[in-house]
């Protein structure tokens, strides 16, 4: 501190008035990784900061008070305070909270290695930990993940965090399941059903894949949607199913649906949108079930939004299995600041992953899900990934 004041005086004068002063440190590391800390100083030379010590009365003052003084001497002129640096600001008690558990989950990691004895975590296994937090992996499944990478990587490239990443990257691939793309069988149509909650991108996402069916693979396909609850949902689609040159049913009862399934058998593929369901609503939930059967459905996606979090992601998918769902497509990729709270769903293999999105752009923003390529958006953040 003493030495930031002394550069404020010399660059701007002894004039000059500090403002604000604080200590900053790396947020990277939330204060807990070695580094040199810094201090910030404002200060100005033109804003008038009244002086915290008492005012002395100035000589025309005293002249005015029936007073004279006589100056013998030009008087030396009083050394200018220096306003004193004010306190720094408190930590709210949330993140101090948030400092004093990541605290504790350094502390316990570096208690414990796969021998149960008590040694120092490697530094590359700290920044990986600290990784997976910022990654927003929580906190027990990133020390599960560290322990592991520690148990399989050799001695020899604890110390290389790039050879510590890839073992990490490896592992979770290995953990992760993939459906691969809808398959079409010439001659054979496949009806494939889009359910999830509201506000996922359902609609969005079956229009990005019957453009792409029908207009890079050639296939010919149809749309069905029972979505006539949201405003404009049945509009939307059909204005898609135009632009496509695709035909397309609207269907409000399980009965209608057969029949419109029967309408549209001699074509390859049957794309099927349907209405959000809460995975609360029991009765919604039986009712999109009873729509399902009726219309023989090969295939049942589960569209899940990348910004939700873990513990809805896997409440979600326990509730549509009931709907008998077959592969889980996850949208709006983009809009997610880290993409941590999906591992526990893709970890648990309770669904194949079909699908991923990562925009609104038809027919593209889509991609065939792949297990070294989700890996990669997770550990690196969507925005550091090609174009994400």
């Known amino acids: 501190m003493y030495e930031a004041l002394a550069l404020v005086r010399r660059e701007l004068g002894p004039e000059a008035a ?8 790396r947020r990277r590391w939330f204060g807990l990784a070695p580094g040199r800390s810094e201090i910030e100083v404002i200060a100005s030379a033109e804003v008038n900061v009244p002086s915290r010590l008492p005012a002395r009365p100035s000589i025309a003052a005293e002249a005015l008070a029936g007073t004279t003084r006589r100056v013998a001497a030009p008087a030396r002129p009083a050394p200018t305070p220096i306003a004193p640096p004010q306190p720094r600001p408190r930590v709210s008690t949330h993140v101090q909270g948030q400092i004093t558990n990541l605290q504790g989950m350094v502390a316990d990691l570096c208690r414990h290695s796969r021998t149960g004895k008590q040694r120092d975590l490697p530094d590359s296994l700290f920044r990986l930990f600290t990784d997976l937090i910022e990654a927003d992996v929580n906190e027990k499944l990133a020390r599960e993940l560290v322990e592991k ?27 992760i399941a993939v459906a691969g793309p809808i398959g079409v069988t010439p001659g054979r149509h496949r009806v494939v059903a889009l359910v999830g909650p509201t506000g996922v991108g359902k609609t969005t996402t079956i229009a990005k894949l019957a453009a792409n ?8 396909v149809g749309l069905i949607t029972v979505d006539t609850y949201r405003i404009a949902a049945v509009e939307q689609l059909r204005t898609y199913a135009d632009i496509i040159d695709l035909p397309m049913q609207v269907v409000s009862t399980p009965r209608e649906m057969r029949e419109a399934v029967h309408r549209l058998s001699g074509l390859d593929l049957i794309l099927m949108d349907t209405a959000g369901r809460s995975p609360r609503d029991e009765i919604k939930i039986q009712e999109l079930r009873a729509f399902l059967s009726e219309a023989g459905a090969d295939e049942v996606h589960l569209v899940l939004s990348g910004v939700a979090g873990e513990r809805t992601l896997e409440q979600t998918a326990k509730r549509f299995a009931a709907v008998g769902t077959t592969a889980v497509i996850l949208t709006k990729l983009d809009e997610a600041s880290a993409l941590g709270n999906l591992l526990p769903l893709l970890r648990s293999r309770m669904l194949p992953l079909s699908y991923l999105t990562n925009g609104q752009n038809v027919p593209d923003d889509i991609e065939t899900a792949d297990a070294a390529r989700i890996v990669q958006v997770i550990l690196s953040g969507p925005s550091a990934s090609n174009g994400w």
């Open 18 to 25: 500090v403002l604000h002063t604080r200590e900053i440190r």
């Open 149 to 175: 990478v520690h148990e399989e990587t050799p001695d020899g490239e604890l110390a290389d965090p790039v050879m510590v990443k890839a073992r990490l990257a490896r592992i979770l691939e290995s953990e």
């Open 213 to 220: 069916y029908r207009l890079k693979m050639r296939q010919n």
